[in-house]
């Protein structure tokens, strides 16, 4: 299940309905600065690093290689979790491999945050994100989860300090940077302590599910559309959260892969910088942010709200290799006298569907709209497709048919009960979540 705009598509919701039935559920990349939001009646679970199918009791939940680890902050989680009555022993895994984000990553995410202005900006989430990915890559620099748990711990802290700090200090701001191996090394040995029992090899747990036919069910972060090799470079994050991301972050091979549903908002929103072409920032979309209570789950920033942008759905739809779409928050719409789609792009004057490979084209584009009539009622009590009103049908089936693909779930409210399954959706995926 992966997110095909720029994030926050309603995937911990989904997430959360579609475990029933499942075995395992597996978080692949990012980190702390996704948000996924799971609502049952009263309760509300945010969730950074868990997977949202940790709420169903007997359900294993791996964070895999691919994700980046805060550990203060996964702590944090379980124990909110924990508070709430879900138990996690036996129950939730951390691989070894996965990398963690170090309190010198905070620091510099926020230095060249501060540092940068303007159209330049990406405005990060500020969990460490980019710098934490980038050592990895580099390697000289990483700190794995495994290595937290080793008795070299703190000599490899002190190796590293020994370049980090100054490097630290010497960028724009980083004068004052106040970090102390000693510090560091005390702070983390708590964390390794908590951590411990969690940690394992996932990928030997995996290897083995997939060969034994087990019901696995992979959750991306973040959108498609901020995938660092197919995204709006740079204003994306530092991981694949597209759909070539899912063997690469949890060591599962494509060839096991039999169903991928793509989760689309039924109009578009973004946070942080970035071009965004169906961007409303007009009465319209203010509308649009207080219906769908548009503010970051992580951040609490307010989100850019725009039309439904089927150019850029297609084509992350077709590079997820999407079998079918999961169409949420389309309640939001209810409050528009009227709804527009962007069926195509202009670019200097030339007309087309392909989404452009840089962001300085994207910045350019003037999106080509149609206009559809609303339906003005309220629909969070829909509960089938004959429910929904006739405009909202015909919206949806001018976005399947945009895009390319059918929907196999349509939301209509935060909760597991507000959604639907329309008659034509494909039936091994709407069978997914029968037992809701
Ligand atoms: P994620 O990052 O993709 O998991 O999405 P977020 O949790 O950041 O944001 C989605 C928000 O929309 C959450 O507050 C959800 O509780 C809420 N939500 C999910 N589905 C619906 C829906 O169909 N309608 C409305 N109105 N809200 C929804
Ligand atoms: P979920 O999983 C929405 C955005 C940030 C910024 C860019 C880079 O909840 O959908 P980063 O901190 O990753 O270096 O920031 O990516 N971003 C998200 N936007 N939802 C998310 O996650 C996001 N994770 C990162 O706002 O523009
Ligand atoms: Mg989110």
């Known amino acids: 299940m992966i997110g095909l705009q720029w994030g926050d598509e309603a995937k911990g919701k989904l997430v959360d309905l579609l475990t029933v039935g499942q075995e395992i559920v597996v978080r692949y990349q990012g980190g702390a600065n996704a948000g996924h939001t799971v609502v049952v009646g009263n309760e509300v679970y945010k969730l950074h690093h868990i997977p ?3 709420i169903h009791e007997g359900v294993l939940n791996l964070v895999a290689p691919g994700v980046v680890i805060h550990p203060e902050t996964i702590l944090r989680e379980i124990d909110s979790l924990e508070a709430r009555g879900i138990r996690l022993d036996g129950r939730l895994k951390l691989s070894d491999r996965a990398h963690i984000v170090m309190p010198w990553h905070m620091i510099e995410d926020q230095l060249w945050n501060a540092a940068t202005s303007g159209d330049r900006n990406i405005g990060t989430t500020l969990r460490g994100i980019g710098p934490c990915y980038r050592d990895k890559v580099g390697r000289s620099f990483a700190i794995r989860l495994g290595d937290l748990v080793r008795p070299d711990f703190a000599d490899r802290v002190a190796q590293i300090m020994e370049f980090k700090l100054p490097m630290l200090k010497s960028l724009p701001g980083g004068q004052d940077a106040d970090l102390q191996t000693e510090r560091i090394v005390q702070e983390f040995d708590g964390y390794a302590k908590r951590l411990r029992p969690f940690v394992c090899d996932t990928t030997a747990i995996l290897l083995d599910a997939v060969e034994d036919g087990r019901k696995i069910l992979f959750e991306g972060a973040q959108g498609s559309l901020l995938d660092i090799d197919h995204g709006t470079f740079p204003f994306v994050t530092s991981s694949n959260s597209s759909g070539v991301g899912i063997s690469a972050g949890s060591g599962v091979a494509a060839r096991w892969l039999t169903r991928v549903l793509g989760v689309v908002k039924a109009y578009s929103t973004r946070v942080g910088g970035g071009p965004f072409p169906t961007e409303l920032t007009n009465e319209t ?10 503010f970051g789950t992580t951040t609490g920033r307010p989100r850019r709200c725009g039309w439904f942008d ?37 670019i200097d004057g030339v007309v087309t569907n392909q989404f452009p490979s840089d962001a300085d084209t994207l910045r350019r584009v003037r999106p080509v709209l149609e206009t559809l009539p609303g339906w003005n009622v309220d629909i969070t009590g829909a509960k089938s497709w004959e429910d929904l009103p006739e405009q909202a049908q015909a919206y949806v089936r001018r976005i399947e048919e945009l895009v390319g693909c059918k929907a196999a779930y349509i939301s209509v409210g935060p909760e597991r009960y507000q959604t639907i399954t329309p008659e034509t959706a494909d039936a091994t995926l709407a069978g997914m979540a029968a037992a809701v």
Do not use: F, K, Q, W
């Open 285 to 294: 979309g203010n509308r649009i942010r207080t219906a769908g209570n548009e």
């Open 52 to 54: 949202s199918g940790i």
């Open 310 to 346: 089927a150019v850029a759905v297609r084509y992350t739809r077709r590079l997820g290799g999407v079998h079918a779409l999961s169409l949420m928050m389309l309640d939001v719409l209810s409050v528009l006298p009227e709804i527009s789609i962007c069926t195509a792009y202009e």
